[in-house]
T-cell receptor, first 115, second 111 residues
Framework: DTEVTQTPKHLVMGMTNKKSLKCEQH?????MYWYKQKAKKPPELMFV???????INESVPSRFSPECPNSSLLNLHLHALQPEDSALYLC??????????????FGPGTRLLVL | SQQGEEDPQALSIQEGENATMNCSYK?????LQWYRQNSGRGLVHLIL?????REKHSGRLRVTLDTSKKSSSLLITASRAADTASYFC???????????FGGGTRVLVKP
């Protein structure tokens, strides 16, 4: 199984809502990532988890709260988002958190619209 | 911030033609990777070239790396309509797998 799954595929939320994005992989990868991608732009790294611990936070606002409950799951909790947070949110995983030359496997993304 | 800049930003070709896109980066790297993204979907890894390699092939893909010029190119030969996508280079400048993506090249292959 070389697949990273993400749910939901689409999400519409108001600025006062609380929602969560979910990501799952069963490849035994020990590094997992959240990216944000705006239209016609490259993905921008938000968070990296290595061995279920947060290792990189790219100065992301606190209204985004990541969580890694176990080695296969990654969540992104959303609260009090702004319309400019509307984007495609991509999850990825790779095998070795401390190695180099690592391929990242991406999920299909969650398309988020904040009204 | 973007490590890589890609050129051209968009490319339109006929099926059967070759497509070439370039990526430049700013700092020393461990490796450089190319990914493809179909519209609104996740990225798919195409090829990885290490900093001590100069050229690599995978099927219809050919990647070159010139570390002295801090640049890479991706050549897609005999293009097909299914190659229509955005192509991103990504560099890994340090351990820990922090990838930084270039701006991307949008390729349209017309049947």
């Amino acid at each position: 199984d070389t697949e990273v799954t993400q749910t939901p595929k689409h999400l519409v939320m108001g600025m006062t809502n609380k929602k969560s994005l979910k990501c799952e992989q069963h490849m035994g990868h020990r590094a997992m990532y959240w990216y944000k991608q705006k239209a016609k732009k490259p993905p921008e790294l938000m968070f990296v988890y290595s061995y279920e611990k947060l290792s990189i936070n790219e100065s992301v606002p606190s209204r985004f709260s990541p969580e890694c409950p176990n080695s296969s799951l990654l969540n992104l909790h959303l609260h009090a988002l702004q319309p400019e947070d509307s984007a495609l949110y991509l999850c990825a995983s790779s095998q070795d958190p401390v190695g180099t030359q690592e391929t990242q496997y991406f999920g299909p993304g969650t398309r988020l619209l904040v009204l | 911030s973007q490590q890589g800049e890609e050129d051209p930003q968009a490319l339109s070709i006929q099926e059967g033609e070759n497509a070439t896109m370039n990526c430049s980066y700013k700092t020393s790297i461990n490796n450089l990777q190319w990914y493809r993204q179909n519209s609104g979907r996740g990225l798919v890894h195409l090829i990885l070239i290490r900093s001590n390699e100069r050229e690599k092939h995978s099927g219809r893909l050919r990647v070159t790396l010139d570390t002295s010029k801090k640049s890479s190119s991706l050549l897609i030969t005999a293009s097909r309509a299914a190659d229509t996508a955005s192509y991103f280079c990504a560099t890994d400048a340090a351990a820990g797998n922090k990838l930084t993506f270039g701006g991307g090249t949008r390729v349209l292959v017309k049947p």
